[in-house]
Structure formats: structure tokens, C-alpha cells
């Protein structure tokens, strides 16, 4: 079993100084650092990281399929994805996601709490919890895909592929799990798979929302417009007028996607 982590920054040195001093060597067999922006200064990436240094800004979703194809070519089985912004307050969290998909069935997660999205009262607020799985690990599902930190299989990645890269710096995570839910490989839509307490285990860079280098653009709106636009085009539906299926009807597809005991 191979595990695969790849950091995706762009223009942020500080937040990637800060977000890189968490990760450390033992945490994968293949760390790749994906630069989308202004190459740092050398001395900010640790030696055992694997440097790819765009020569022109190519937007967060063919960073992100870069880093994914390093680690698939690498031969990792379990392929993890992280934006600067975001910090291992634990490093056990890679094998929790692990154990997670190994014990539902399940092979995409993303975790919830970055931005205020899954937040109610300015405190993580999960949609449900589905317990039963072990002592430390079970299921969230939260209403908003979030993805600034994300798990994949090998088998979700050759089944699905990669990000379409024709979004612009949005909704290119959506786009990819609407994908891989339509195969049945994850719940319904609006039913978004996590850790459950992720949030114990991983964490935001303070004023991560203001500072960043894409939401900061003018033309970030009509990206978000264009992207929505483009979403509806292609799946033959508004992305904001998808159904959302019943609890109890995601509860059974759950128990159902469950590898038994045998497997």
C-alpha cells in the first residue's frame, strides 16, 4: 500500500511555510508540492518533497490533476490533496481516512470545516453522523463540498479520472464528486462524506478566507457564474437545483455501499 500527498499553493509563501512545517516525511511514500504562482524562495520546501513549478498561472484544478498524476504514476494507492491554507493538527488523520474508506466502502472524502460553509454559530455542524464503524473512526456527511483537503482512492481516480480543468479556480470539486456520486461509488448529492471530527485533526491558517489569492480576484464572481453555467451544460442541471434525497434513503445507500465483513 502506497499513500500519495500532494499540497497544492499559489502566491502565499507564508500560509505554504506555515502549512508544509506540519507535514512531514513519514506521512506518505510521495509528497508533491504543486507551485501554481511566483516560485518561492528554495529554502521554504523540505528535501523530501517533489517540486512542480508552473511557469504560468493554470489554475487551482490542472494543479491539483498535476499532483494526482505524480502520485498515480508513483503507484499510490491512496492519494490525499491539500491547499496552503490548511494544517495537519494531526498527522493520524491520514490513516483515519484510510481506515474510513476501508471500513465503508467508501473512497472520496472532503474535509468539511474549511470556510464557513458547514459552520452553524461559528462551530462545525455536521448534517450526520453515522457511528458503528470503530472507537476512532466514523462517518460525517455534511450539506457543502469543501475542498481544500481531500481523499481519493486509486480505484475513484481511474474510475472517474481527474478535475475537469475547464472550471476556473470553482466548482471544480463539486464537479468531481457529482462525478464520482453518479457512478455510486459516494452518497447522494448535498450528502458530503467526511471524518467524522475532522476538524480535531485538521485545521485552517487564520484568516485563510480574507487572504486568499483567488476569492481577492475581480473576476472571481464571474468565474463562479461561468462555472455554474458551464456545470449546468454538461450534466444537464443547475448545480444549486440538484434534489436532495431523503436521510433515510442515504442511510440505506450507506449501509448498502458497506463492505461486509468478508472483504
Same mark, same amino acid.
Given at each position: 500500500?502506497?499513500? %500519495?500527498?500532494?499540497?497544492?499553493?499559489?502566491?502565499?509563501?507564508?500560509?505554504?511555510?506555515?502549512?508544509?512545517?506540519?507535514?512531514?516525511?513519514?506521512?506518505?511514500?510521495?509528497?508533491?508540492?504543486?507551485?501554481?504562482? =511566483?516560485?518561492?524562495?528554495?529554502?521554504?520546501?523540505?528535501? $523530501?518533497?517533489?517540486?512542480?513549478?508552473?511557469?504560468?498561472?493554470?489554475?487551482? %484544478?490542472?494543479?491539483?490533476?498535476?499532483?494526482?498524476?505524480?502520485?498515480?504514476?508513483? %503507484?499510490?494507492?491512496?492519494?490525499?490533496?491539500?491547499?496552503?491554507?490548511?494544517?495537519?493538527?494531526?498527522?493520524?488523520?491520514?490513516?483515519? +481516512?484510510?481506515?474510513?474508506?476501508? *471500513?465503508?466502502?467508501?473512497?472520496?472524502?472532503? $474535509?468539511?470545516?474549511?470556510?464557513?460553509?458547514?459552520?452553524?454559530?461559528?462551530?462545525?455542524?455536521?448534517?450526520?453522523?453515522?457511528?458503528?464503524?470503530?472507537?476512532?473512526?466514523?462517518?460525517? *456527511?455534511?450539506?457543502?463540498?469543501? %475542498?481544500?483537503?481531500? +481523499?481519493?482512492?486509486?480505484?475513484?481516480?481511474? =474510475?472517474?479520472?481527474?478535475?475537469?480543468?475547464?472550471?476556473?479556480?470553482?466548482?471544480?470539486?463539486?464537479?468531481?464528486?457529482?462525478?464520482?456520486?453518479?457512478?455510486?461509488?459516494?452518497?447522494? $448529492?448535498?450528502?458530503? =462524506?467526511?471524518?467524522?471530527?475532522?476538524?480535531? +485533526?485538521?485545521?485552517?491558517?487564520?484568516?485563510?478566507?480574507?487572504?486568499?489569492?483567488?476569492?481577492?480576484?475581480?473576476?472571481?464572481?464571474?468565474?463562479?457564474?461561468?462555472?455554474?453555467?458551464?456545470?449546468?451544460?454538461?450534466?444537464?442541471?443547475?448545480?444549486?437545483?440538484?434534489?436532495?434525497?431523503?436521510?433515510?434513503?442515504?442511510?440505506?445507500?450507506?449501509?448498502?455501499?458497506?463492505?461486509?465483513?468478508?472483504?
Amino acid at each position: 500500500m502506497k499513500i %500519495g500527498f500532494g499540497l497544492v499553493t499559489y502566491n502565499r509563501q507564508d500560509f505554504f511555510k506555515e502549512s508544509i512545517s506540519h507535514v512531514t516525511k513519514d506521512i506518505a511514500d510521495h509528497i508533491v508540492v504543486v507551485n501554481d504562482g =511566483t516560485p518561492y524562495d528554495s529554502s521554504v520546501y523540505p528535501d $523530501f518533497v517533489h517540486l512542480i513549478q508552473h511557469e504560468t498561472n493554470k489554475c487551482v %484544478g490542472v494543479s491539483k490533476n498535476d499532483a494526482l498524476k505524480y502520485l498515480m504514476e508513483k %503507484g499510490c494507492d491512496h492519494l490525499f490533496l491539500m491547499e496552503d491554507d490548511i494544517i495537519l493538527k494531526d498527522p493520524t488523520v491520514i490513516q483515519k +481516512y484510510i481506515k474510513l474508506a476501508e *471500513l465503508t466502502g467508501i473512497h472520496h472524502y472532503n $474535509f468539511g470545516f474549511h470556510g464557513p460553509a458547514n459552520l452553524k454559530n461559528g462551530k462545525p455542524n455536521p448534517k450526520f453522523i453515522i457511528n458503528g464503524y470503530s472507537e476512532d473512526v466514523n462517518l460525517a *456527511l455534511n450539506h457543502h463540498c469543501v %475542498g481544500a483537503f481531500a +481523499y481519493f482512492s486509486r480505484d475513484i481516480i481511474e =474510475t472517474v479520472g481527474y478535475m475537469d480543468e475547464r472550471y476556473n479556480n470553482c466548482w471544480e470539486h463539486p464537479d468531481h464528486t457529482y462525478r464520482i456520486i453518479k457512478e455510486r461509488l459516494h452518497p447522494p $448529492f448535498w450528502f458530503f =462524506t467526511d471524518l467524522a471530527d475532522s476538524y480535531k +485533526y485538521l485545521g485552517e491558517i487564520k484568516s485563510s478566507e480574507e487572504d486568499s489569492t483567488i476569492r481577492g480576484q475581480a473576476s472571481w464572481r464571474n468565474n463562479i457564474a461561468e462555472g455554474r453555467k458551464y456545470f449546468g451544460a454538461k450534466h444537464g442541471i443547475d448545480i444549486l437545483s440538484i434534489k436532495q434525497e431523503r436521510l433515510e434513503s442515504v442511510i440505506r445507500f450507506v449501509k448498502n455501499i458497506r463492505p461486509s465483513k468478508e472483504q
